[in-house]
């Protein structure tokens, strides 16, 4: 089975400016065996994923804010060991501009296990997480986490789909499925020139 969004399910962001974590629910049941991916979006401090069925979230990249707040996480639970309703949470961290966004994968075969993952900075109008070391494998899920300082929108390229994103918490989530191993970079365009944070997991 190939590895893709499950049928149905829909993406879920939320962002807040003024918490010390922040939560989304997805609409329904996630499945065992299956991936929740997530993107954070914080201050400072080192906030964490978790989930009220008591699944085991991995950090598979941190890139910590260089201004007041703008740092990004991409956080994975790639192989669901309880399913049901489910709620993430990110957190927790200093109160500011936070959000979360989280989606539920389904097709993953041998573990699931993190690849490459790198990660940028700038200020510009357009956003690049620069590229990865080779994938070690052909089918993959790519995560790219962009985060900023001033609210601007998202228009992801490079093959990527946004998949949520939050102007109030200033992030965005956006997904890729590759069939060939390669180098890969998240980009995506900023409706304005502002400071960026780029991350591929």
Known sequence: MAIARVAGQTPQAAGSAGATSIAVTLPQNVVAGNAVMAVGKFRNSTPAFSDNLGNTYATDITVDPISADNGIKIGSAKNLTTGGACTIT??????????????????????????????ATGSSASAASGATATTTAADELLIGGMSDGGGVTYTWTGSFTVVAGNTTGRFSMGDRVVAATGAYNATATLSATNTWHAAIA
């Open 90 to 119: 990110f957190g927790t961290f200093t109160s500011s501009r936070c959000g979360i966004s989280a989606m539920e994968y389904s097709g993953f075969t041998g573990g699931a296990a993190l690849d490459q993952s790198t990660s």
